[in-house]
């Protein structure tokens, strides 16, 4: 009896009114801060200073990073959401980030680096 | 009995009356599921993007300057940053207003008394936005193609243009078809109104896009910021 549950229980209004999700004021903030953070990505692209510098890809790597955990812990609601969704999404990413990692190691320019090729 | 209950808390956002074993929606199951999948394409697209980065034996190169031993046509890097970030703020922006629709889809109940809230809460509003801002990527990305073909660049003419083109167009028809879902909804509204009971509908195409966003950002840093 309890493996079959009827999903109906509240409105989607409640949920979001007495639950976890961001107002629209949150919303445009994140915005905002996506807006600033790529403006920044920009600059540092033209900042000969900056772009040749050792810290520019790890530099990149966290804003873009940072990027991407916004819009998916916020506009995604994966922050709120449930565990299995969360399981869903981050499992397949790591793969993913994994198999870029080894394809690098493998056959890129880090390989190269290392002499692996 | 407990557990009826604990999963029936579990899944606040279904509006509409299914069985569900999880407790939870299925269709959210099923998108969060297929993002999953995506990631796989788009990992193993810009894996093969990064392999073949700077393997290029003939230009044009995506930031070295290429001089064509046929034609003595000097072509400098081919990626275009200005446009480029253009886009990139025109696909963040759809994202926030996706998330402003989904938002007004929810609270389409409450009273409207100022103009500010009529603003917020009209989800056709945004849906519009989002599915123009998505064109407007679309559009931007056409006039990249173009100029690389007219600048001699092509799927076939070296490690760079074959995984670029590969890469971009992917996510190219991943942006078309959201825009098409993005229509699909908004007639939907124009029809009937999108009420609070449809807000999985919303949620599930609003994932979608912003999975396509995601995808973008992790494209615009790796293909064009990093040299």
New interface residues.
């Given amino acids: ?16 009114e ?2 976890h ?1 961001p107002t ?1 004021q949150t ?2 903030k ?2 905002v801060l ?2 600033i953070i ?1 403006a920044v ?2 600059s ?3 900042i000969p200073a900056w ?1 040749t510098s050792r810290v ?2 790890p530099s ?2 966290i ?2 990073a940072f ?2 955990i916004m ?2 812990a916020f ?3 994966l922050k709120y959401d ?1 565990r ?2 969360r399981a ?2 981050t ?3 790591m ?3 994994i ?2 990692i080894g ?2 190691f493998l ?3 880090i390989a190269i680096h290392l002499g692996l090729t | 009995m407990a557990h009826s209950s604990a999963v029936a808390v579990a899944a606040p956002h279904a509006g509409h009356q299914h069985h569900t074993s999880t407790g939870l929606d299925n269709r959210k199951i099923a998108v969060w599921a297929f993002i999953g999948s995506e990631c796989m394409l788009f990992g193993c697209l810009i894996a093969t993007y990064l392999v073949y980065k700077g393997r290029s034996i003939i230009g044009p190169f995506p930031h070295e300057t290429w001089t064509n031993p046929q034609t003595g046509q000097v072509v400098q890097g081919i990626l275009d940053i200005p446009v480029t970030s253009a886009s990139t703020f025109v696909l963040l922006m759809s994202s926030l207003s996706m998330v402003l629709a989904h938002n007004a889809v929810v609270h389409k109940r409450q009273p409207k008394t100022t103009t500010g809230q009529r603003i917020l809460g009209s989800s056709k509003l945004w849906l519009l936005m989002t599915a123009l801002l998505g064109v407007g990527f679309l559009c931007f990305q056409a006039y990249e193609f173009t100029a690389f073909t007219h600048e001699g660049l092509t799927l076939s003419t070296n490690l760079f243009g074959s995984s670029f083109f590969v890469l971009t167009g992917f996510h190219g028809a991943h942006v078309t078809a959201g825009v098409l879902w993005l229509l699909v909804l908004l007639a939907i509204d124009m029809k009937r109104g999108l009420q609070p009971e449809d807000e999985a509908s919303v949620d599930i195409a609003a994932l979608y896009w912003h999975f396509v966003d995601v995808v973008w950002i992790a494209i615009f840093t790796l293909v064009y910021l990093i040299r």
């Fill in positions: 009896m309890a493996q079959q549950t009827s999903v109906s229980g509240h409105s989607a209004e409640a949920a979001h007495g639950g999700h629209w919303y445009v994140i915005g996506l807006t790529t990505e920009v540092a692209y033209y772009e520019y890809v990149m790597l804003l873009s990027k991407f819009v998916v506009y995604m609601h449930h299995m969704f869903l999404f499992g397949p990413l793969l993913a980030m198999t870029i394809f690098l056959f890129g320019q």
